[in-house]
């Protein structure tokens, strides 16, 4: 067997200077600058002109960078710092980041909160004039045109150690238990709660806080008609009406949401004559063979639920691993059910948005809040990096500020790209965000060389100067 020969004559040394390692982080940095992002957390956060002094905003904004480059605590923040050293200068310790992020009280996070509204506010509006408008919902391969859709749901972020606020979950884990909302429209994470791990998973003010968060990050021009879609989690009585309290002259308010099947309902669906069953369609509009819907309201009696509301039924031949979880009528019947309840009648400029067919893919379709809280989880919130609750909380902010600037470099820059524009981190990691680069210097300027020979070294420095034609906040 030969001896391998690629190593003849190669030396490996440390001794260069002027390379910049994950060089993304420069398109990162000035999406932040050129949106207003940076600027806007200036003013939200305290400042001091003492010697010394790191700039708390943009401290902020480069572990939010840290974050989208892959770090998973403040060390990693520091060390990936170290890296763009040549480009921004000093990085900041992890000492100062974590003394950044311990400031953050309620009324720190309500400034923040309120900074990210102005900056979405001028997203959105660069979103509607960009190529293709601002992004719609499909479902059944319909476009949801003019609506807003915000999915909620709770994950389990587990823990190791004794943090402050880590309990059992219901997983029978140890750890948090965050409730979120995100806009799937953009992918944006709009709003998030830190909770302990025993928090309740239906609790109807947890949610209802997420939402009222979430609601007041939605641009004004953009809360005309809001589509909010919540697991069985959502079901409880004060959130339902919540949501139609939120039904005004301008605002058009609709929800689906899961729905605990009770002897009571069991009994209404055995009351649907088969002819009442039609066949289910996918994502795409095509028939689903195999899966069947039906309309339940008016079978069922129930009462002190919303006036209008509507249940939506589904079956399916249950498959092996769901026998031991069927119920007396599930065995007799061969089928499996699932019910989603909803205040649809009709969604304005969505044609057949009254069909059972259609409700019932419309709520299937917020199974793609798992694929966002997996996202968010490679995007920092995998682990909780203190045993301190306050600045567990501020790093959940620096998470969904994370996840708003990955949603917003590919929205903007990337929408045109079909292998970057719905990229996941890794994807984007691998292939824009840790491209290395060397810093050169000529006539008083600076250049930030990156492979030609890169498969996406056209997308990259397309972006930059995408960003750089961006109009900035006034």
Not at 73 to 85: F, K, Q, T, V
Not at 153 to 182: Q, R, V
Not at 230 to 259: C, M, P, Q
Not at 377 to 400: D, F, H, I, Y
Request: proline share 4%; net charge positive.
């Amino acid at each position: 067997m030969h001896e391998p020969t690629w190593d003849h004559r190669l030396s490996v040394t440390a001794n260069s200077t002027n390379l910049v390692g994950h060089a993304g982080a420069v398109l990162l940095r000035q999406l932040a600058d050129r949106t207003g992002l940076t600027r806007a957390l200036a003013t939200a956060l305290p400042t001091s002109t003492a010697n010394g002094w790191r700039d708390r905003a943009t401290t902020l904004v480069h572990l939010v960078i840290a974050i989208v480059l892959g770090a998973r605590n403040l060390s990693e923040a520091e060390r990936l710092g170290l890296h763009h050293r040549p480009v921004f200068g000093p990085p900041t310790s992890d000492s100062t980041l974590r003394r950044a992020l311990n400031v953050l009280d309620e009324r720190a996070l309500a400034a923040i909160a309120k900074a990210r509204r102005q900056i979405r506010r001028h997203v959105w509006t660069l979103l509607h004039l960009r190529p293709g408008g601002f992004p719609q919902v499909k479902v059944a391969g319909k476009p949801l045109k003019g609506w807003i859709v915000l999915d909620a749901d709770a994950t389990i972020i587990t823990t190791t150690s004794n943090k402050e606020g880590a309990a059992p979950t219901f997983k029978s884990s140890f750890g948090f238990h965050p409730l979120a909302a995100w806009c799937a429209n953009t992918g944006e994470c709009l709003a998030m709660l830190l909770r302990p791990g025993n928090a309740g998973a239906n609790t109807a003010s947890d949610h209802i806080n997420v939402l009222t968060w979430a609601l007041d990050q939605v641009p004004g021009s953009s809360r005309a008609k809001i589509l909010v879609r919540i697991d069985g989690a959502g079901a409880t009585h004060d959130l339902l009406e919540y949501l139609e309290k939120l039904n005004t002259s301008r605002r058009t308010v609709r929800f689906t949401v899961g729905w605990k099947i009770t002897t009571a309902d069991e009994e209404a669906i055995a009351k649907i004559p088969e002819s009442a069953w039609e066949s289910a369609v996918d994502q795409k509009g095509d028939l689903q063979e195999g899966y069947e819907v039906a309309e339940l309201t008016g079978l069922n009696t129930r009462e002190g639920w919303p006036k209008g509301m509507r249940l939506i039924v589904r079956r399916v031949r249950p498959s092996r691993r769901h026998t031991a979880k069927l119920t007396a009528m599930e065995r007799k019947t061969g089928w499996r059910y699932a019910i989603c309840a909803t205040n649809i009648k009709r969604m304005h400029r969505v044609p057949g948005s009254h069909q059972a067919q259609f409700l019932d893919a419309l709520h299937r379709d917020h199974a793609e809040v798992e694929d966002r809280v997996r996202t968010n989880k490679a995007m920092g919130l995998a682990l909780l990096p203190s045993s301190s609750w306050q600045v567990n909380q501020a790093w959940v902010l620096a998470a969904n500020l994370a996840a708003d600037l990955d949603a917003w470099l590919r929205l903007l820059t990337l929408h045109d790209a079909e292998d970057l524009a719905d990229a996941e981190p890794e994807s984007m990691r691998f292939r824009i965000y840790h491209l290395p680069a060397r810093l050169a210097r000529h006539a008083r300027r600076r250049f930030l060389r990156i492979e030609r020979s890169w498969p996406w070294a056209e997308a990259f420095t397309t972006c930059w100067q995408r960003l750089t034609a961006l109009p900035t906040l006034t």
